[in-house]
T-cell receptor, first 118, second 113 residues
Framework: ETGVTQTPRHLVMGMTNKKSLKCEQH?????MYWYKQSAKKPLELMFV???????ENNSVPSRFSPECPNSSHLFLHLHTLQPEDSALYLC?????????????????FGPGTRLLVL | QKEVEQNSGPLSVPEGAIASLNCTYS??????FFWYRQYSGKSPELIMF????GDKEDGRFTAQLNKASQYVSLLIRDSQPSDSATYLC?????????????FGRGTQLTVWP
């Protein structure tokens, strides 16, 4: 596997279910991100991890719970979601975050998980 | 609130033409600028990034940055039907907390044969 992978690619869940999204990056990067992409809206940053430490939580509801056990893996645990949470959830990684122009802060995206909450 | 605005589109050009995609941003302190391409149902893929004023060329793509006007554009020369996609502009502010990129809503480009 190369690049950034995400599983599952598609997920349908009820509002009372608990599920997890998984992301793995094979690029040797140190930073990982979760984004939400809804129709007709810009990409929304949800969480940022740098060297396994969460550095940003963009006012995301607690029904979304991230986990980053190491620099290569990132999870998003979902519980009691709402229909408006249906969206494409994208994981991204970057080499670092402040390379000052050398390109290391460029983010590379995984294929995404298409989530439908019924 | 940081704003990144893109021309609304959709933009339609004939094959072989130059497609011009525009993006303006509100934060004068922005430092890094990225163009991503997103095919329908797929994830964004990086086309190029630019940090310095002026032009940056990569094959058929040219990014142009004018920090004084807070404007970044992407030109696609010799447009091909395979270039039909949504193009996302992303901006990173100087000294931002880790990795925060602000994305525009995207411009949908259609290249017709």
């Amino acid at each position: 596997e190369t690049g950034v992978t995400q599983t599952p690619r598609h997920l349908v869940m009820g509002m009372t279910n608990k599920k997890s999204l998984k992301c793995e990056q094979h690029l040797g990067h140190n930073a990982m991100y979760w984004y939400k992409q809804s129709a007709k809206k810009p990409l929304e940053l949800m969480f940022v991890y740098n060297f396994k430490e969460q550095t940003e939580n963009n006012s995301v509801p607690s029904r979304f719970s991230p986990e980053c056990p190491n620099s290569s893996h990132l999870f998003l645990h979902l519980h009691t979601l709402q229909p408006e949470d249906s969206a494409l959830y994208l994981c991204a990684s970057s080499q670092d975050w402040a390379s000052g122009g050398a390109g290391g802060e460029t983010q590379y995206f995984g294929p995404g998980t298409r989530l439908l909450v019924l | 609130q940081k704003e990144v605005e893109q021309n609304s589109g959709p933009l339609s050009v004939p094959e072989g033409a130059i497609a011009s995609l525009n993006c303006t941003y509100s934060d004068r302190g922005s430092q890094s600028f990225f163009w991503y391409r997103q095919y329908s149902g797929k994830s964004p893929e990086l086309i190029m990034f630019i940090y310095s004023n002026g032009d940056k060329e990569d094959g058929r793509f040219t990014a142009q940055l004018n920090k004084a006007s807070q404007y970044v554009s992407l030109l696609i020369r010799d447009s091909q039907p395979s270039d039909s996609a949504t193009y996302l502009c992303a901006v990173k502010e100087r000294g931002s907390t880790l990795g925060r990129l602000y994305f525009g809503r995207g411009t949908q480009l259609t290249v017709w044969p």
